[in-house]
């Protein structure tokens, strides 16, 4: 049973097996027939708790933050609320010197991310996948950043970076005074410096998945392509590449999201001061600063808010309709 | 089923030592070390001394090598009360999240109730969502929640429970899809059998559905206690009380407080990391097959 996970693909295991796709809708209807009214009863609370509590603390909040968006509120007595229409939305878009370069900078992690350890972390997974001595731990050394908070490699990282006491800075004599590199200070440099820290953490996460996807291939097409002559980077290209497209999915939507997200290590490197601001950093200091502009925060979590569900609402489309087909 | 005995097949007859193979190794060594390195970097920061490296500057032959800058850390920064906030903490999260979302997935998956599809699809949404677009009512309403007696600030703000509830909240979007999926590819012979014979619904959830569902809670419980261990982002915002903080977003404050050099600072940021790896390394497979199960999942 365990071993079975492991193998299944996120695919494999939203498709159930072929075959037994009418019979068990069938079976349910019958199923709900025998109900007794306790039952209905203990099955309302068995939904009904667990949805309530997901509700109100996730979406409920989400659409209080979309209807505050259009007010100012400055957070104390709910009479203080005022209706602003766009005016919070106006003033982020052309009076916030750090909307936009949040904004691009969100893009730029999500660009660097799918460019450069996606790709990476496939490389390694086809490496890896080739039933080598030590495969477990080269695969640990690699995965080990992904299980360890992005707090705590925010700390690991600073190690790397610091000017005068950093592991660079001294391999290459920058940390004498005067001719400091400064990796977190300087904005040409830190989002940069940040998003090596993030890569390397992306790499195994992406690794993990793509060896997931590739242990999903159908052996015997391997085989069909090295009788056919083909070589390995052909073999690739052509016959496995193409079956990984669940997993590609997956990678796309998660790296993305992961782009949204990105919060921790900034916040633990510079606060997202300048040169590594992002949108999830200008929301959060409108309720840890001082200010507490409730109405200001929330549009700029509405506009992270309409980026995410332009990629969730795709996703979740495309996957619940084969699940409603099955 | 072919594919896992034709593996061991080929393991066992070793394949003769080919040059490319050999190549393979010493890159994927290489790059597995130059991978540890920021890691390794600072196991052997942590494990200097503050005045020799600063005579001596960070890269250069430790003449002393001991683990004080680990007990330091340790007892400086009363770590302890911080494991034990993190505990009170993920230890509820994680069986509630696992007790809830079970029952929303067999409600969906057993059932064919005809919103059970957009239900799992709120669960799901909801969990992709990125956390800072609900932290604002969310601080707010933390703030407004009296819970005089039931907490110690007298409110959700500022409280173990409040974290609880989030991450419970949260989080059970992500199990209830994975849960729905399995639970969905368990034979349906089985309970329709119970069912038949009188058995209750709620006898069909614990003592049929859930035991068979035990390699999909297992590792989902252990993905959920290395993320919720994890998390910096809720507490930093919905915790205000430094003693009340867990470890993870605790030693964030620590670093400035207490902590003066950064060998220090390391062998902090190392001991936090220890239960999330010490988790890893005895679950391994149960964390990957976890993170392969819900790859729809950051």
Known sequence: MT?????????????????????PKRAARGRRRLLTRRDRFTLALMAG?????????????????????????????????????????????????????AVQHNIIWFVVLILIPTPLGLFLAVQLDKRIRFSRVYQTAFFLPVVISMACIG??????????TGLINSLIGANTPGHYIDWIGDPDLNLWAVL???????????????????????PSLREASALDGANEWQTFKNVIFPTLRPTNTVVLVVTIIEALRAFDLVFVFNKGAQGTELLSILVTNNIIGESSRIGYGSAIAVVLLVISLVVIVPYLVATFRKERRS | MSAPTLAAGARKRRAPVR?????????????????????????????RPYGETSDKGYVSWPDTLNLDNFTNAFEQSDMTHYFVNTLLIAVPA???????SSMVAFYVSRFDFRLNLALLLVFTAGNLLPQQVIITPLYRLYLLTDLPGITESGKLYDSALGLVLIHVAFQSGFCAFVLSNYMRSLPDELTEAALVDGASVWRLYWQITLPLC???????????SI??????????????????????SALNNLSGQYFTDPNLVAAGALLTAIPTLVVYFALQRQFVSGLTLGANKS
């Open chain 2, 214 to 224: 035990k390699p999909a809670m297992a590792a989902l419980a252990t993905l959920l």
């Open chain 1, 155 to 164: 700390f690991v990282w600073q190690l790397v970076y610091n000017p005068d």
């Open chain 1, 49 to 101: 708790v667990p949805t309530v509590l997901h509700v109100a603390l996730v979406w409920v909040t989400a659409l209080a933050s979309i209807a505050l968006a259009f007010t100012t509120w400055d957070g104390i007595g709910f009479d203080s609320i005022r209706w602003v229409g766009l005016q919070n939305f106006e003033q982020l878009f052309n009076d916030n010197p750090q909307f936009w370069p």
């Open chain 2, 19 to 47: 040059p490319a193979r050999v190549l393979l190794h010493v890159f994927l060594a290489g790059t597995a070390l130059a991978w540890l390195a920021p890691l390794l970097w600072a196991v052997f920061s942590a494990l």
């Open chain 2, 227 to 248: 993320w919720i261990y994890n998390d910096f982002f809720w507490a930093l915002v919905l915790i205000s009380t430094g003693e009340n903080m867990p470890i993870t």
């Open chain 1, 196 to 218: 090596v820290a993030a890569s390397w953490r992306h790499t195994g996460y992406m690794m993990i998945l793509y060896l997931a996807g590739l242990k999903g291939v159908d």
């Open chain 2, 94 to 100: 994680v069986l509630l999240t696992l007790f809830l």
């Open chain 1, 3 to 23: 071993t079975d996970t492991t193998t299944k693909s996120p695919e494999a295991a939203s498709v159930p097996p072929p075959g037994a796709a009418s019979a």
